[in-house]
């Protein structure tokens, strides 16, 4: 018998059936639906999270002054001086695939406008900044490099800031002050939002990297060169590892460590982050996996169990067949085709379900859904071969029937 | 090559080839023996049969309830293979085959015709034809013409698409008699085919098996009533699994009767 044949076989079989071939694969179509919904609803909620960890961009890393591993009982960070412009120029010189380094000081601080004052971060930062955290100026312009060698007094703000100072107006042009300094807004910075730990991102104020040594009392008391710290970003495909390491070793060297001494500097790398986050999805696929794994079990032996009903019942059928000229072979494949085809199609109506469950909860909560086309394929593909695995003991049971007895059979 | 049959029908004469395949009779069985195990003891159900059957001959099985007669159509009809003993159809050993060439033999030479039809339910009439064919590989336009061809010789041409249910007893076993022909086999095997109709339906379904005799087809049935076993040419009287008589229906009807 061709396999055409076989497959026409086996759907008629099951048409002569429909409430229960509809009931048979029900057990699939829920476990296929839960799985699909919650694949496509896992994987926009990650694609979410990875979307906001680009957005810090995973191709940077941070250095930062002080050491991790002394962490609370260092006597406060900056004091130790050890991180300076001069480590920027060398990292760039030195480091193969470095894109841009950007030195940044940071200051948190009050600023005034008018009769209104906010308190805010103020960080001191070079043009290379901007493009190594892919900030945009939607008004006016950026800081340029000349802004940092004359050591300009002008400032860009965070959109926070302009809402709280300026109530949303246009501040280009507008003087705000900085302890006794006056600065001229020379642009707003384009919003960010949260960071995946919540913080406002748009609550910042950029001055030149010179202008907050000069203008901020105190900063750069012992070191004119220092930083807090440097935002290196590499070029696309690098070996962000590599380049930590090769950072670490020229900063050492930099700094004069002696061998075994801690590093005076911390170093984090974004990919990490998101290295930690893609591990906590993977453990949620191995959860929807096992699920899957029941689901499908569960749905199999219900297959099974009707496929060795169907078998008790068209004995007669099974002996007539093989008196008509069907092969023990032909007998095995019509009722694993039968079992294999309620599980598929059972299969992709489960899909249809957990697609449209997953853009209802998706909808719901706010985020698109993503429905992942190799779960899609896995699912369909899996539950076929669920199909037959469990329809082999019910088919091997009709295929070995002696034709007579079952021709006899009542 | 057509030759008309009484209800206006045409069987194909040229379908059942009685004088081809060499010299050799259509069935040789030599000491027959099919032995079953029934707990402890073992039934003889064939205790040494020996017969030949030539092409083109039309035999009748008689006997009493368990004499064998059932026994003897499963191994004619390669359902059932012998413990022991020698059968030869159509000049092929098939007592010693394996299931995949008995299942092509049965596909090919046997059809089979049963007391209670075995049609499925499920199917219409023309595609219950169909089946044999399909196990044979014939392509579907194919089927359907030969089918419907099948139907109209049996006089049931305009009653394809009926279900069985939808159908009378004599005209279910008219479908089963055209599925067992459609693959145009050499020997046309049935168990009491008239065993559950009534004596107005089984003389049709008796004239419709001469017809098809006279048309070149072989034909053993078996039958516990003397007015059907006087359509065959011979008459085979089975007891205690052994062959008790071969003779002509007239004499055999004589011997039946005790005294
Ligand atoms: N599967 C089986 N297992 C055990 N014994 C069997 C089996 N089939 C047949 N027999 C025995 O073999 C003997 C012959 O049975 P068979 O069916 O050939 O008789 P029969 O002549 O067809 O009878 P009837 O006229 O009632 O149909 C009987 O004694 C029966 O009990
Ligand atoms: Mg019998």
């Not at chain 1, 005034?112 to 805010?120: I, R």
């Not at chain 1, 042009?173 to 006794?180: A, L, P, S, Y």
């Not at chain 1, 406002?200 to 004119?224: C, E, H, W, Y």
């Not at chain 1, 095995?332 to 199609?345: D, G, K, P, R, W």
């Amino acid at each position: 018998m061709s396999p055409a044949e076989s497959v026409r076989t086996a759907l008629e079989a099951l048409r002569a059936n429909p409430l229960r071939s509809a009931l048979t694969m029900l057990g699939m179509v829920i476990g296929v639906a839960a799985v699909i919904a919650m694949v496509a609803v896992g994987a926009g909620a990650r694609d979410q999270v990875l979307r906001q960890i680009a957005s810090l961009g995973t191709n940077l890393i941070m250095v930062g002054q002080g050491s991790v591993q002394r962490g609370a009982v260092r006597l406060g960070a900056g004091t130790a001086a050890s991180l300076t412009e001069d480590d920027a120029a060398a990292i760039v010189r030195e480091i193969p695939g470095v894109a841009a380094v950007a030195p940044s000081v940071r200051w948190g601080l009050q600023v005034v406008a008018g009769n209104q004052n906010w308190n805010t971060t103020l960080f001191g930062i070079t043009p290379d900044y901007l493009e190594a955290r892919d900030w945009t100026v939607t008004a006016g312009r950026p800081i340029s490099d000349d802004d940092v060698v004359r050591g300009g007094k002008v400032v860009l703000l965070g959109e926070t800031v302009v809402r709280t100072l300026f109530g949303g107006g246009d501040p280009v042009g507008e003087t705000v002050r900085m302890f006794t300094t006056p600065l001229t807004v020379i642009g707003v910075l384009g919003g960010k939002g949260q960071n995946a730990g919540g913080q406002d991102q748009d609550d910042v104020v950029f001055v030149p990297l010179s202008t907050a040594k000069r203008n901020i009392p105190g900063m750069a008391k012992t070191n004119p060169r220092f930083v807090h710290s440097l935002v290196v970003k590499m070029g696309d495909g690098a070996d962000m590892a590599a380049a930590q390491a090769q950072i670490r070793d020229l900063l050492r060297q930099r700094h004069r460590l002696a061998e075994g001494a801690d590093d005076d500097f911390w170093m984090r790398d974004l990919s990490e982050i998101a290295a930690t986050r893609d591990a906590s999805s993977r453990a949620l696929s191995f959860l929807l996996a096992a699920v899957a794994a029941v689901s499908l079990l569960v749905g199999g032996i219900g297959i099974m169990n009707i496929m060795l009903v169907s078998v008790t019942e068209r004995t007669r059928e099974i002996g007539l067949r093989l008196a008509l000229g069907a092969r023990r072979r032909d007998i095995l494949v019509q009722f694993l085709i039968e079992s294999a085809t309620l599980s598929v199609i059972g299969a992709c109506a489960g899909v249809a379900l957990g697609i449209g469950v997953a853009v209802a909860v998706a909808g719901m909560a706010g985020w698109p859904a993503l429905i992942v086309p190799e779960a899609v394929l896995l699912a369909v593909g899996v539950s076929g071969a669920v199909g037959v695995f469990f329809g082999l003991y019910p088919a091997r049971r009709a295929a070995r029937l002696d034709p007579i007895e079952a021709l006899r059979h009542e | 090559m057509l030759r008309p049959n009484r209800r206006g029908g045409a069987v194909a004469a040229s379908a059942f080839p009685s004088d081809l395949g060499g010299g050799e009779p259509l069935i040789v069985v030599r000491d027959l023996r099919r032995t079953y195990a029934v707990g402890p003891d073992r039934v003889a159900a064939l205790a040494g049969v020996s017969v030949t059957v030539e092409r083109g001959a039309f035999i009748a099985v008689m006997g009493p309830s368990g004499s064998g007669k059932s026994t003897f159509m499963n191994v004619l009809g390669c359902l059932d293979r012998p413990d022991g003993g020698e059968y030869r159809l159509d000049g092929e050993d098939v007592g010693h085959a394996d299931p995949d060439s008995l299942a092509a033999v049965r596909n090919r030479k046997i059809g089979f015709v049963f007391q209670s039809f075995h049609l499925l339910p499920r199917l219409t009439a023309r595609a219950n034809v169909e089946l044999p064919m399909v196990y044979g590989g014939i392509p579907r336009a194919e089927r359907v013409r030969r089918a419907a061809a099948a139907l109209e010789a049996v006089g049931l041409g305009d009653r394809w698409h009926h279900r069985p249910a939808q159908l009378s007893g004599g005209q279910q076993q008219r479908v089963a008699i055209a599925r067992a022909l459609v693959n145009r086999p050499l020997l046309l095997l049935a168990d009491e085919p008239t065993g559950a109709l009534d004596s107005r339906t089984t003389r049709e379904i008796m004239e419709l098996l001469r017809d098809l005799n006279r048309g070149g087809l072989t034909i053993v049935l078996v039958t516990h009533e003397a007015e059907v076993a006087a359509y065959a040419g011979r008459v085979l009287t089975f007891r205690d699994g052994r062959l008790a008589g071969d003779a002509p229906p007239a004499d055999a009807a004589g011997a039946a009767v005790p005294g």
